[in-house]
T-cell receptor, first 110, second 113 residues
Framework: GIQVEQSPPDLILQEGANSTLRCNFSDSVNNLQWFHQNPWGQLINLFYIPSGTKQNGRLSATTVATERYSLLYISSSQTTDSGVYFCAVDWETSGSRLTFGEGTQLTVNP | KAGVTQTPRYLIKTRGQQVTLSCSPISGHRSVSWYQQTPGQGLQFLFEYFSETQRNKGNFPGRFSGRQFSNSRSEMNVSTLELGDSALYLC????????????FGPGTRLTVL
């Protein structure tokens, strides 16, 4: 099956700093999503981005499908950005089956 | 629209028992998928249902089963519970047209004693 690798595994920042999270995947995909898992376990959609660039406030994401990677940018980080960020990809031709990376644990200190 | 809902939110069972978890998708969504999250294995795909039919299945033993009703609500069942089944079980819904956005519910945290 498809492999998804996220880096770095852990990231500690001071409030106000910027960061870049990376997701590499081993095969062509037809779906790529970034999620933030809140302390209660719910996965919050950040981006649906199988290709191209999107921005939402302080967050933006870029997927370069031909080179099989995606980047999530967090600017001017806040303590509420802390948590685990997951990249998930789908390569199924029929239906859906997300394969998740192991996540990046982000800690933003005040 | 209301989001994906899952019940119950927390559950404690003992080994050998069975459990049924429920998921109500976003209105209009026809696909429901289930995932298991554990500290050791991370997030793993269990199965996907679309129009009451299982469309995709992950690598889990037959003790894990599911079904979908005509209103798109889904249930998953785990029989003969093992300690290793302790996990957060997450349900996701989507319109089901292929590669589309998956929206996740809050999860059911199952503890097996």
């Amino acid at each position: 099956g498809i492999q998804v690798e996220q880096s770095p595994p852990d990231l500690i920042l001071q409030e106000g700093a910027n960061s870049t999270l990376r997701c590499n995947f081993s095969d062509s995909v037809n779906n790529l999503q970034w999620f933030h898992q809140n302390p209660w376990g719910q996965l919050i959609n950040l981006f649906y981005i199988p290709s191209g660039t999107k921005q939402n406030g302080r967050l933006s994401a870029t997927t370069v499908a031909t080179e099989r990677y995606s980047l999530l940018y967090i600017s001017s980080s806040q303590t509420t950005d802390s948590g685990v960020y997951f990249c998930a990809v789908d390569w199924e031709t029929s239906g859906s089956r997300l394969t998740f990376g192991e996540g990046t644990q982000l800690t933003v200190n005040p | 629209k209301a989001g994906v809902t899952q019940t119950p939110r927390y559950l404690i069972k003992t080994r050998g028992q069975q459990v049924t978890l429920s998921c109500s998708p976003i209105s209009g969504h026809r696909s429901v998928s289930w995932y298991q999250q554990t500290p050791g294995q991370g997030l793993q795909f269990l199965f996907e249902y679309f129009s009451e039919t299982q469309r995709n299945k992950g690598n889990f033993p037959g003790r894990f089963s599911g079904r979908q009703f005509s209103n798109s609500r889904s249930e998953m069942n785990v029989s003969t519970l093992e300690l290793g089944d302790s996990a957060l079980y997450l349900c996701a819904s989507s319109e089901g047209d292929g590669a589309d956005t998956q929206y996740f519910g809050p999860g059911t945290r199952l503890t097996v004693l």
